[in-house]
Protein backbone atom coordinates (compact mmCIF):
# COMPACT_ATOMS: atom_id res chain seq x y z
CA UNK A 1 0.00 0.00 0.00
CA UNK A 2 1.27 2.87 -1.17
CA UNK A 3 1.25 6.59 1.21
CA UNK A 4 -0.77 9.05 -0.42
CA UNK A 5 0.54 12.55 -0.86
CA UNK A 6 -1.50 15.45 -2.04
CA UNK A 7 -0.77 16.86 -5.69
CA UNK A 8 -1.41 20.23 -5.80
CA UNK A 9 -4.39 19.34 -8.54
CA UNK A 10 -5.86 17.53 -5.32
CA UNK A 11 -6.02 20.45 -3.45
CA UNK A 12 -9.50 22.24 -3.15
CA UNK A 13 -9.50 25.51 -1.35
CA UNK A 14 -12.85 26.37 0.06
CA UNK A 15 -13.80 29.84 1.36
CA UNK A 16 -14.69 29.87 4.87
CA UNK A 17 -16.78 32.57 6.47
CA UNK A 18 -16.15 33.59 10.72
CA UNK A 19 -17.87 35.15 12.80
CA UNK A 20 -15.98 36.94 15.79
CA UNK A 21 -18.94 38.44 17.59
CA UNK A 22 -18.82 36.89 21.30
CA UNK A 23 -16.55 34.35 20.76
CA UNK A 24 -13.11 33.80 22.98
CA UNK A 25 -10.25 35.01 21.14
CA UNK A 26 -7.88 32.01 22.48
CA UNK A 27 -10.55 29.50 21.23
CA UNK A 28 -11.29 31.26 17.52
CA UNK A 29 -7.90 31.38 16.67
CA UNK A 30 -7.06 27.61 17.20
CA UNK A 31 -10.16 26.67 15.00
CA UNK A 32 -8.99 29.74 12.46
CA UNK A 33 -5.35 28.14 12.76
CA UNK A 34 -7.06 24.42 11.33
CA UNK A 35 -8.72 25.88 8.95
CA UNK A 36 -6.06 27.50 7.32
CA UNK A 37 -3.44 24.24 7.95
CA UNK A 38 -6.10 22.08 6.11
CA UNK A 39 -6.43 20.00 9.51
CA UNK A 40 -10.16 19.45 8.82
CA UNK A 41 -9.52 17.87 5.36
CA UNK A 42 -8.96 14.27 5.27
CA UNK A 43 -6.05 14.71 2.77
CA UNK A 44 -4.10 16.77 5.47
CA UNK A 45 -0.56 16.25 5.44
CA UNK A 46 1.45 18.24 7.53
CA UNK A 47 4.49 19.22 4.98
CA UNK A 48 1.92 20.20 2.32
CA UNK A 49 -0.21 23.33 2.63
CA UNK A 50 -3.89 21.83 2.24
CA UNK A 51 -5.84 24.61 3.91
CA UNK A 52 -8.52 27.46 3.33
CA UNK A 53 -9.19 30.52 2.73
CA UNK A 54 -10.61 32.27 5.84
CA UNK A 55 -12.71 36.05 6.03
CA UNK A 56 -13.38 36.94 9.95
CA UNK A 57 -15.72 39.46 10.32
CA UNK A 58 -16.55 41.73 13.40
CA UNK A 59 -13.06 41.08 15.20
CA UNK A 60 -13.48 43.89 17.62
CA UNK A 61 -16.27 42.44 19.30
CA UNK A 62 -13.77 39.35 20.02
CA UNK A 63 -14.16 38.82 23.80
CA UNK A 64 -11.03 38.76 26.14
CA UNK A 65 -11.24 37.04 28.97
CA UNK A 66 -9.93 38.11 32.72
CA UNK A 67 -8.63 41.35 32.68
CA UNK A 68 -6.62 40.68 29.75
CA UNK A 69 -8.18 43.93 27.86
CA UNK A 70 -6.27 46.26 30.19
CA UNK A 71 -3.45 43.62 31.40
CA UNK A 72 -1.85 41.95 28.03
CA UNK A 73 1.00 43.65 25.99
CA UNK A 74 1.63 43.68 22.22
CA UNK A 75 5.52 44.08 21.60
CA UNK A 76 6.14 45.98 18.26
CA UNK A 77 9.85 46.62 17.21
CA UNK A 78 11.46 49.21 14.64
CA UNK A 79 14.53 47.77 14.24
CA UNK A 80 16.07 50.70 15.64
CA UNK A 81 17.50 51.37 19.36
CA UNK A 82 14.97 52.10 21.89
CA UNK A 83 12.30 51.25 19.01
CA UNK A 84 10.12 48.88 21.08
CA UNK A 85 6.88 49.85 21.40
CA UNK A 86 4.41 48.30 23.65
CA UNK A 87 0.54 48.75 23.33
CA UNK A 88 -2.39 47.04 25.41
CA UNK A 89 -5.28 45.12 23.49
CA UNK A 90 -7.41 48.34 24.67
CA UNK A 91 -5.61 50.46 22.52
CA UNK A 92 -5.23 48.09 19.88
CA UNK A 93 -8.83 46.82 19.98
CA UNK A 94 -9.53 51.11 19.51
CA UNK A 95 -7.02 51.66 16.32
CA UNK A 96 -6.32 47.92 14.66
CA UNK A 97 -8.65 45.12 15.69
CA UNK A 98 -7.66 43.07 13.03
CA UNK A 99 -4.31 42.47 14.44
CA UNK A 100 -5.24 41.37 17.87
CA UNK A 101 -6.92 37.66 15.54
CA UNK A 102 -4.03 38.14 13.35
CA UNK A 103 -1.56 38.19 16.19
CA UNK A 104 -2.92 35.21 17.86
CA UNK A 105 -3.67 32.88 14.83
CA UNK A 106 -0.11 33.55 13.66
CA UNK A 107 1.30 32.44 16.80
CA UNK A 108 -0.30 29.54 16.23
CA UNK A 109 0.84 28.41 13.07
CA UNK A 110 4.51 26.99 12.28
CA UNK A 111 7.27 28.95 11.76
CA UNK A 112 7.79 27.98 8.25
CA UNK A 113 7.77 29.30 4.64
CA UNK A 114 4.62 27.03 4.52
CA UNK A 115 2.67 29.22 7.43
CA UNK A 116 3.72 32.04 5.65
CA UNK A 117 1.29 31.29 2.64
CA UNK A 118 -0.85 30.45 4.95
CA UNK A 119 -1.26 33.60 6.63
CA UNK A 120 -1.71 35.25 3.79
CA UNK A 121 -4.93 33.34 3.22
CA UNK A 122 -6.12 35.17 6.67
CA UNK A 123 -9.04 38.10 5.47
CA UNK A 124 -9.70 39.78 9.02
CA UNK A 125 -12.36 42.77 8.91
CA UNK A 126 -12.93 44.80 12.11
CA UNK A 127 -17.06 45.06 11.20
CA UNK A 128 -19.44 43.36 9.62
CA UNK A 129 -18.78 43.82 6.23
CA UNK A 130 -16.17 43.21 3.67
CA UNK A 131 -15.06 43.41 -0.24
CA UNK A 132 -15.27 39.20 -0.75
CA UNK A 133 -19.00 39.21 -2.04
CA UNK A 134 -18.04 37.34 -5.16
CA UNK A 135 -16.69 34.77 -3.86
CA UNK A 136 -19.21 32.05 -2.35
CA UNK A 137 -18.57 31.97 1.55
CA UNK A 138 -19.16 29.07 3.88
CA UNK A 139 -20.63 29.60 7.57
CA UNK A 140 -17.94 28.18 9.83
CA UNK A 141 -19.05 28.30 13.65
CA UNK A 142 -16.61 27.41 15.97
Known sequence: MKTFVPEPKDIQRNWYLVDANGKTLGRLA???ANLLRGRIKPIYTPNVDTG???VVINAAQVKL???KEELKQYKTYTGFRNGLYHTSAATLR???PER???HAVKGMLPRNHIARKMFKRLKVYGGDTHPHQSVTLKP???
Open 30 to 32: VKI
Open 52 to 54: DFV
Open 65 to 67: TGR
Open 94 to 96: ATK
Open 100 to 102: IIE
Open 140 to 142: FNP
